[in-house]
């Protein structure tokens, strides 16, 4: 059986609404609680990405908010409106109950896939890259909101690596006090922040551990503790011994631009980078990824 008919069976004879606005192409990519395909709108000939949700996994992940007006995915995305943000052009839900989202389609690889593979592309490029990351998360930040997934797999390079967005706000909440609470572990189990991991009292900085997770690995193609995909090992680790220094692995790695990324792993949040936009200004002088 093909992915579409998968999909019309999975979405029911009374949604046809959506796949009759919607020419499926091709299945790009599964998520943790939807899938994702390259799409094209039968209206104006644009290929799009087309989310479905997985309704039980995200009734799941609703469920810790019971009581919260928790806006949707949908609601968070459709009003992010910057260069290193993907764009969500619709959203809303199928006849029979089932989230989507309509997206600008991105052509290049996720970040994670160019870190697992080495890939030569990344020289000369890490640099630039980091600053993109940085501002789209501090955008994320003064819209009022914590992404919650800061990850390689959550960032789109462009197809020559020049430049990237940042992808995902399935896991991302409001970043006021009902929804910091303790409690709530979700995420991607390497790239978690330690209060994330011990359930404890959240803010917008476990976004800055994870980022600084990811650029470290973006410059190191290793991570700086020995992970696990179960949280409370990796936070046992975070605590237990400091990171490997990372001009160990990147030795000619601008001094500056390391000790950065190195601040924002620490397990206090109080002692990282307190916003993107401050990481962005500790490397303002910062003009290569390498020393001169």
């Known amino acids: 059986m093909s992915f579409l008919d998968k999909l019309k069976g999975l979405l029911g004879k009374e949604s046809l609404d959506v796949l009759a606005r919607y020419e499926l192409l091709r299945e790009a990519v599964s998520g943790t609680m939807s899938s994702f395909y390259m799409a094209r709108d039968r209206e104006t000939d644009r290929i799009v990405g087309l989310k479905i949700a997985d309704q039980e996994k995200l009734t799941a992940f609703e469920a ?43 052509e290049g690889q996720g970040l994670h896939a160019l870190i697992n593979d080495e890939d030569t592309i990344l020289e000369g490029k890490r640099l630039q890259l980091i600053r993109e990351m940085a501002e789209a998360i501090d955008y994320v930040h003064e819209q009022g909101f914590i992404h919650r997934d800061i990850c390689p797999r959550n960032f789109i390079c462009e197809p020559d690596a020049s430049s990237l967005k940042l992808i ?66 990796s936070a046992l680790a975070y605590s237990a011994t400091p990171p490997e220094d990372l001009l160990r692995y990147a030795p000619q790695l601008n001094n500056t631009l390391a000790q950065a990324i190195m601040q924002c792993l620490s397990p206090s949040p109080n002692q990282r980078p307190q916003t993107g936009g401050e990481f962005v200004r500790m490397i303002r002088e910062v003009e290569s990824d390498n020393e001169p």
């Not at 919260?68 to 943000?85: C, D, M, Q, R």
């Open 64 to 106: 810790r908010f019971k009581g919260l007006k928790k806006p949707s995915e949908g609601e968070i995305a459709i009003n992010l409106k910057h260069p290193h943000v993907v764009e969500t052009f619709d959203y809303g839900t199928t006849k029979n109950g089932l989230r989507f989202l309509v997206m600008e389609f991105l």
């Open 168 to 233: 995902d706000f399935g896991l991302s909440l409001p970043a006021t006090e009902p929804f910091m609470m303790p409690g709530n572990r979700t995420g991607t189990p390497a790239y978690m922040a330690p209060e994330v991991s011990r359930r404890q009292k959240t803010d917008q900085r476990l976004d800055m551990f994870s980022f600084g997770m990811t650029a470290y690995q973006l410059c190191a193609f290793e991570l700086p503790w020995p992970v696990s995909d179960k949280p409370a090992m």
